[in-house]
T-cell receptor
Framework: DAGVTQSPTHLIKTRGQQVTLRCSPK?????VSWYQQALGQGPQFIFQ???????QRGNFPDRFSGHQFPNYSSELNVNALLLGDSALYLC????????????FGPGTRLTVL | DQQVKQNSPSLSVQEGRISILNCDYT??????FLWYKKYPAEGPTFLIS?????DKNEDGRFTVFLNKSAKHLSLHIVPSQPGDSAVYFC????????????FGQGTRLTINP
């Protein structure tokens, strides 16, 4: 049983560009959350998707958007990239109605030059 | 506004001794507290959790203590092993499952042989 997978592993972009990161949840999970982990900091909640709708959102600008597909996989899109968007982006999956904890993927390392 | 704080960026402990990692929080609405462990190039892995109605939870070598009046929790690892060397994140949540996690900044634990 594959756990949470993310692609790509690493990505380099320049300021002003747009980026799309992808996540496949653990088998059986229906909810995907995205977190941003800046260097030396803990992960920070961006948003969460369930039934293809954004269910919760953290304190991130509208440049950050997402999508969830019928197979529960998800994308994170960031527009007009800034240098400060350089971070590790983590995807976590869970069951909305479950009591189990969230399972994290290995992350995508985004570098903005 | 840092709702969850880990004030020690790093901790070094001799193999076989006890490791104690600390975490403070400010929001009384948190209902569950979790510890995650993170190795380089991997996502955070769930270690142990505690409900706000308990003051202790134990799982093998790992014990988490919660002091609600002080808004403080700690993770004890005994005996410490070289494989325990990792970054440890404290996280808080209003509930289990798909609830949003609020993380501390992390503590890098190094176990010396």
């Amino acid at each position: 049983d594959a756990g949470v997978t993310q692609s790509p592993t690493h990505l380099i972009k320049t300021r002003g560009q747009q980026v799309t990161l992808r996540c496949s949840p653990k088998s059986g999970h229906d909810t995907v959350s995205w977190y941003q982990q800046a260097l030396g900091q803990g992960p920070q909640f961006i948003f969460q998707y369930y039934e293809e709708e954004e269910r919760q959102r953290g304190n991130f600008p509208d440049r950050f958007s997402g999508h969830q597909f019928p197979n529960y996989s998800s994308e994170l899109n960031v527009n007009a990239l800034l240098l400060g968007d350089s971070a590790l982006y983590l995807c976590a999956s869970s069951l909305l109605a479950g009591i189990d904890t969230q399972y994290f993927g290995p992350g995508t390392r985004l570098t903005v030059l | 506004d840092q709702q969850v704080k880990q004030n020690s960026p790093s901790l070094s402990v001799q193999e076989g001794r006890i490791s104690i990692l600390n975490c403070d929080y400010t929001n009384s609405m948190f209902d569950y507290f979790l510890w995650y462990k993170k190795y380089p190039a991997e996502g955070p892995t769930f270690l142990i959790s505690i409900s706000s109605i308990k003051d202790k939870n134990e799982d093998g070598r790992f014990t988490v203590f919660l002091n609600k009046s002080a808004k403080h929790l700690s993770l004890h690892i005994v005996p410490s092993q070289p494989g325990d060397s990792a970054v440890y994140f404290c996280a808080a949540s209003p509930g289990l499952g798909a609830q949003k996690l609020v993380f501390g900044q992390g503590t890098r634990l190094t176990i010396n042989p």
